[in-house]
Every structure is written in structure tokens, then in C-alpha cells.
């Protein structure tokens, strides 16, 4: 009895000295990381350069210089600047006016086929019933080519803007883990990552190989419906917009949900793990836990900074590089509007319907393109809010 009484002490001591041996490399780790951080308060990390450098060329040039530093308080600056009234205004009436000039030889150029329609209906009705039909169908297909011309030119707009959101939010990955890590939120770090990942795939999965076709395939039904009104294929499109939008709006709200619930709970459980090793250090080495929880504040004020700073210019970067995209597409869809309200004034209602369609499928392409962005913006919302786990 009096052996295994012993034995048991032994076991006590033995597990005292363990915990007491962890707590002290947990401080001495921190310790130097609160020495790092102090001394490099001020520095953004390298993967702060590869995010930078992976925005696109048009963008770079509008950005305040500050964007570019290094320095976390020049940076911060620079969002400060971009968040400002005047300088969101100068960008919105800068992609407004170039989205007007692009948009201007279209809309002439519609309505001058649809002028020529109207008066090939005029003379074709006073000639033979087959000469007339040739009269419709040669404006029909004028007018559809020229809408192909313009819709092939937004589509290339769109894919552009995918393959610029895919390439920045791939290169965001690794800087919000560095990040997380830094404030001591390692599973949040985990979290995110494998979030944004799975996000990003099923994206380039989106923008790779549903939303041009769709897209094609909804046209070729709206040509086949203007030709012939009867076939009932101007529902079946209508149809697959409907179905393939609510369908990715369900994906995304699914998305969006479980990378926000596995974060905030990753967030809390770090923030537990480390208020329990801060009172474990403070209670078994006084003098030098005390040094290292204040420390760690530092740490933590720092590293706060650093994501409010890229997580709140990455919001305001993605915005920006939404901004035209959606710009033209409105516009776009308010050209062949009003080409339908002139296609109905001059009598040409097949020409209206097919540019009807056509309103609709640039209005899918505004949801695929802000439903992509949404996911992205309310990832960095959280990142940029997350608070560190060190300082609590």
C-alpha cells in the first residue's frame, strides 16, 4: 500500500514537471515571437508581395502608393484613402464614363439594323409571301450578329474578371494563413484555408465550364425562338437561367455558411486554448509569464492591424475590380432594353423578343459574377475581423 501511495506521488510530481516544462517552452516560443513582432511591427510579410503582385495590371494603376509598401501603417493609409467618398466616386464615374463610350457604337448600330428591318417589313409586305420572309429573316440575322458580336466581347469582360478574382483569392490563401498563425489562431488559419480553397475550385469549376456555355446554349435557344415563335424554346431557356442560378446561389449560400461557422468556432476554440496558457504561464512563472502576456498584447495589437488593413483594402480591391464588369454589363443589358422599346415602336416583334432574351442573359451574367465576388467579400469581412488570439 505505502508503494503504490508512493508511486502515485511519483506520478503527481512527474506530471507537474511535464506541464511546467511546456509551459515554459510556450513562453520562451512566444517570447521570441513578441521580440520578432516588436521589432518588426511595422512589416508586412513576403506573402503580402505575391498577393500584390498578383492583382491585375489595370488596377495597379489606380491604387494609392501606399497599397504597395511594405510598411503596415503606409498601407493602412492607402485603405483609408480608398475607402473615402471621393476617391470611389472618381473610380465610379471613371468605369461609368468608359462603360458609356464602349457601350455607344452598339446601340447605334442596333438601332440603325432595326430602322433597315422596319423598312424591309414595309416593302417585303407589298411583295410575295416568300420574298418577304427573306426580307425578315436577312434583318433578323443582321441583328443577331451584331448582338453575337457584343455579347461574344462582354463574355470575354467576364472571364477576364473570373480568371483576375481566381489568381488574387489563390494568392490570398497563403497570407491569411500567415496571418491567422501570427495572432495565434492556428485552427482558424486551417479553417480558412481549406474554406477559401474549396471556394476557389468550385469558382474555377463555375467560370470554366458553365457559364459560357450556358450562357451560348440560352442564346442559340433566343435565335431559334426569334425565327420561329412557336417552338417554345424561349421557355426552356428562361427555364435553365432560372434553375442554373438558383442552384449556384445555393451552392455559394452553402459555402459561405460553413466557412463563416468553421472559422468563428476555430476563432473561439484559439482563443480558449490560449487565455488557458497565458493563466498557466502567469501562475507557474510569475516574473517572466507576466512579461510574456504583455508581450503577446503587443503582439496582438499588431497583428490586428495587419488584417484589418488587408482584409478591408482586399474588400475595397475586389469592389474595384467588380466595378467595371458590372458597369458594362448594366449598361449593356439598358441598350438592348431600349433597342427592344424601339423594336416594338417600329413593328418588329420578332427583333423584340430576341433582344428581350437577350436583357435576360446579361442579367444572369450580373448574378453569376456578383454571386462569385459575395463569397470572397464576406470571407475577407471575416478576416479582417477576426480578432487575435494572443491578446485575449
Known amino acids: 500500500m505505502v508503494m503504490k501511495t508512493n508511486m502515485k506521488k511519483r506520478k503527481k510530481v512527474c506530471k507537474k514537471l511535464a506541464f511546467k516544462l511546456f509551459i515554459s517552452v510556450f513562453v520562451l516560443t512566444f517570447g521570441i515571437i513578441g521580440v520578432r513582432a516588436q521589432d518588426d511591427i511595422n512589416e508586412l510579410p ?92 436577312c434583318s433578323r440575322m443582321c441583328i443577331f450578329s451584331s448582338v453575337a458580336a457584343t455579347a461574344v466581347a462582354s463574355l470575354d469582360s467576364v472571364r477576364t474578371y473570373f480568371d483576375s478574382l481566381c489568381t488574387l483569392m489563390w494568392s490570398f490563401v497563403p497570407l491569411s494563413g500567415v496571418l491567422y498563425a501570427m495572432g495565434g489562431n492556428l485552427t482558424a488559419a ?29 442564346l442559340c435557344f433566343s435565335l431559334i425562338s426569334a425565327f420561329d415563335p412557336s417552338s417554345g424554346v424561349s421557355s426552356l431557356g428562361a427555364s435553365v437561367k432560372k434553375w442554373y442560378t438558383t442552384l449556384l446561389s445555393f451552392v455559394m449560400m452553402i459555402i459561405t455558411t460553413s466557412v463563416s461557422a468553421q472559422t468563428f468556432i476555430s476563432a473561439k ?24 502576456a504583455s508581450s503577446l498584447g503587443t503582439v496582438a495589437s499588431s497583428v490586428e492591424l495587419l488584417r484589418g488593413a488587408v482584409g478591408t483594402g482586399g474588400i475595397i480591391i475586389l ?21 427592344s422599346f ?34 470572397f467579400i464576406i470571407a475577407l469581412a471575416i478576416f479582417a475581423s477576426c480578432a487575435s488570439a494572443v491578446g485575449n
Not at 97 to 126: D, E, F, H, R, Y
Not at 319 to 339: K, N, Q
Not at 354 to 367: A, F, H, S, V
Open 46 to 137: 513576403e506573402e503580402y508581395g505575391d498577393y500584390i503582385d498578383s492583382l491585375p495590371d489595370n488596377l495597379t494603376d489606380t491604387l494609392p502608393d501606399g497599397t504597395f509598401s511594405e510598411n503596415v501603417n503606409d498601407v493602412a493609409d492607402a485603405v483609408s484613402e480608398m475607402t473615402g467618398f471621393e476617391f470611389l466616386l472618381n473610380e465610379f464615374t471613371s468605369y461609368l464614363g468608359g462603360g458609356i463610350k464602349n457601350c455607344l457604337p452598339s446601340l447605334i448600330i442596333i438601332c440603325g439594323l432595326l430602322l433597315v428591318a422596319a423598312t424591309g417589313q414595309i416593302i417585303g409586305s407589298s411583295l410575295s409571301g416568300n420574298t418577304s420572309r427573306m426580307f425578315e429573316m
Open 190 to 218: 486551417a479553417s480558412m484555408s481549406t474554406g477559401l480553397s474549396v471556394t476557389l475550385a468550385i469558382c474555377e469549376f463555375v467560370c470554366t465550364y458553365t457559364v459560357i456555355p450556358i450562357f451560348c446554349v440560352c
Open 269 to 292: 476554440a484559439d482563443n480558449a486554448a490560449m487565455r488557458g496558457a497565458k493563466f498557466a504561464a502567469g501562475a507557474f512563472i510569475p516574473v517572466s509569464g507576466g512579461t510574456v
Open 319 to 339: 469592389l474595384l475590380m467588380l466595378l467595371p464588369v458590372i458597369i458594362e454589363l448594366i449598361l449593356m443589358r439598358m441598350v438592348f432594353g431600349i433597342c
Open 342 to 375: 424601339i423594336a416594338g415602336v417600329l413593328g418588329c416583334q420578332g427583333e423584340k423578343k430576341l433582344l428581350d432574351d437577350i436583357c435576360g442573359l446579361y442579367g444572369y451574367l450580373e448574378g453569376v459574377a456578383v454571386l462569385c465576388t459575395v463569397v
